[in-house]
């Protein structure tokens, strides 16, 4: 079937060849797997089951003639009466009064409509005359070629080639979760006789979907660890345990049980691709420190790759802390930070340290990406917030060595959805627990007419030595949108507080040295309320900020608006957060509530992945390439979990490498594998 080219076809006529062909549909396979976007349902309810003012379908025998009246331009009105189940109903349609010749006494009527309250009346949208017409109608929205004739040629092509359809899921998956063949599938669904029939194709189609793309990514999995072709890093125990012992605190449980993986996957021969999340403060840095140091004690060098030049330069400081009177054979560790700002003398010197390993450790940008950027002995790279990074920068910094380790940090949790379909080739590591003893942010959803009570809670926090940050979603004004300019809010909070405080304004259009500056001075407590758009949400790490107020906070995603939160709760102080708007949209303000009620990031990136679905979760850049005709990851969840559990089993028990009846799945993945396995990472 998928050699089969619709033109070779002799009843499908040249010029609807090619329409389909505008459509990417070329063989008989892609005509019969283009499936209908929607189906009408003109199933005939009887009289006594229907539910006024509920869309039906009834049928009848006309009564009378029909008569037509205009009471204005563009409006007809065509009245008659039908006889429907013994009942006499009036029946009402708008502007098709060109049927009126067809209805005459005696007529046969099918009515798609409501049915009046009162029911004696029924308002029609739909008028059919044929008695045998098809009751389900399947549309399939494809330009320029009706339903009907679409529906026609897939008849033909079905009768045709039903025979050639191959069942990809062996007879014991099909007998024991209750699934239809594909060649019944295929049937049901272009060509449908009930909706009982299309919800059994539908059933079995998103089963095979989910299941043949878990299957992959377990495979994929399974391939890493068990076909290893990675580089096993004996890194020096003791010399962790020793680091570990001389950090200024203990590590938490979850850091430790984090780094006990992150170390096995260090040392196992396979490629670590490990996605360490956790939320704002919890510790992923100090857990990447231990990574980092474990493989430079054995020789190899390490890379940390961040979204933005601010975050550089905060890694670099944490990590000159973190490794100062620290030694590897006797030197002292080398940082060093290479981004786009720098000038092209210090470049080639960064460069040139990099490639003769003078350096250990390199942080950077997106600069880390470039061609001219060689490593001498890379073993391990960390991404940080990396969903920020499109899959192919990412395989481009992990190609900089040769099958090195990867630990990717993100402090945006991931839904299970998310973590067993897109991420499930990835080994995940959590961190719930938070160092120290912090305590959940005070969160509060207010109108703008009561930002009083924010302005006096400022004022408490400045008496107390604390800061503040400021948040605006725009920098310019808009009109359109009435969003409260970052410029305006620094202007008005700086005459608010003359004399009290000195307060900062940074946003995405300032120069990197200009933004640089002001953090550092909002760092150093040279300013004590930041006003800020939404840049500094990636990282900022400033602990005696313990405010975060929020302007027209509808304007930000639920995620955005957790991490926000999050650069607020870094030390021991209680922790406030502001969210401030007068948005009068029932979701935005469902939103704002579910924030303000929950500090569980998890809870909120569950609901956050049901309202923007995986594409935005992560970026188009990153789940494009997860399309299911029919499968949705969120709206088929359970299904989800059913095909991993199954995927999992059929790998785990060896079924899918021994049993004849899976050759052909076994066939699927390992080309998958194959043509997808540098994608890893």
Known sequence: MKKVLLSELKYIPTRYVNILKKENIETVEDLLLSYPTKFSDY????????????????????QSKAVVVSPKNNLSIMTF???????????????????????????????????????KSFVAAEIHFDEFSDFINPVFNIPKISDEKILEFKRKVYDEFADYIEDYIPSDIRNKYDLISLKRALKYINIPEDMEEVSMAIKRIKFEELFLYQLKIKYMLYMRKNNPQGVSINYNEALVNDFIEKLPFKLTIDQE????????DIKAPYKMNR???????SGKTVVAAIALYAVLTSGYQG??????????????????????????????????????????????????????????IIIGTHSLFQKDVEFKNLGLVVTDEEHRFGVKQRVSIVGKGYLIDHLKMSATPIPRTLAISILGDSDISTIKTLPGNKKETITKYLKYKDRKEVFDHIKKELDLGHQIYVICPAIDESEAMDLKN????????????????????????????????????????????????????????????????????????????????????????????????????????????????????????????????PGDFFGERQTGNVLFKMADLILDKDILELAD?????????????????????????????????????
């Open 43 to 62: 199933t005939i309810t009887k009289m006594k089951d229907v539910v006024s003012d509920t869309p039906v379908t009834i049928a009848g025998i006309v």
């Open 81 to 119: 009466y039908a006889e429907c189940d013994e009942r006499r109903i009036k029946v009402t349609i708008f502007n098709r009064q060109f049927l009126r010749s067809k209805i005459q006494y005696g007529t046969y009527v099918r009515l798609t409509g409501k049915l009046k309250p009162d029911r």
């Open 257 to 264: 049980k984090s780094v006990n993986e992150i170390l096995k």
């Open 275 to 281: 996605l360490l999340q956790g939320e704002v403060g």
């Open 303 to 360: 890379a940390i790759m961040v979204p933005t030049e601010v975050l550089a330069q905060q890694h670099y400081e944490t990590f000159c802390k973190l490794f100062s009177n620290i030694t590897i054979n006797g030197r002292e560790i080398k940082l060093d930070v290479l981004s786009s700002s720098i000038n092209p003398k210090d470049k080639k010197q960064k460069l040139d340290d990099l490639k003769n390993g003078l350096t250990d």
């Open 486 to 613: 970052a410029t305006t809010i620094y202007e008005n909070m700086s005459r608010y507080y003359e004399n009290i405080c000195k307060v900062g304004l940074i946003h995405s259009k300032l120069k990197t040295n200009e933004k640089e500056d002001v953090m550092n001075k909002f760092s150093n407590n040279e300013i004590q309320i930041l006003v800020s758009t939404s840049v500094i949400e990636v990282g900022v790490n400033v602990v005696n900020a313990t405010t975060m107020v929020i302007l027209d906070a509808d304007r930000f995603g639920i995620a955005q608006l957790h991490q926000m939160r999050g650069r607020v709760r870094r030390s021991d102080n209680q922790a406030f957060c502001y969210l401030i708007s007068d948005t009068e949209t029932q979701t935005a303000i469902d939103r704002l509530k579910l924030v303000s009620e929950n500090n569980d990031g998890f809870v909120l990136a569950e609901e956050d992945l049901a309202i923007r679905g």
């Open 645 to 681: 559990k199954i995927a999992f089993e059929k790998i785990e028990t060896k079924e899918l490498f021994e049993s004849e009846e899976y050759a052909k799945l076994l066939k699927i993945v390992n080309l998958n594998y194959i043509n997808n396995k540098e994608m890893l990472d």
